[in-house]
């Protein structure tokens, strides 16, 4: 996060093989409505199968996950995960 993009967050340090859940990212601008992850994502668990590295849009690095209950993998920015304890 900085003064002139405040909506800019670091890179997560997701270890590969972290449960992780989906969640809304926080509002990139002050009128704007918290990010959804993604059409029927909110709320479902997968696998961090491998760290990506980071990405131009800063929104907390990309990682490739695979989700259980439909078995689909793909990449998904680490602004829309949290880490199930």
């Known amino acids: ?43 479902k668990l997968a696998l961090v199968i491998d760290q990506c590295g980071s990405d131009a849009h800063q929104w907390g690095g990309v990682f490739k996950v695979h989700v259980g209950d439909t078995g689909d993998q793909f990449m998904h920015w680490g602004d829309f995960m949290e880490v199930v304890e």
């Open 1 to 43: 996060m900085n003064r002139y993009h405040p909506w800019a967050s670091p890179d997560k340090h997701i270890p590969v093989g972290t449960l992780v859940r989906f969640i809304n990212a926080p509002s990139r601008h002050k009128h704007e409505e918290d990010r959804s992850p993604g059409p029927n994502l909110e709320g």
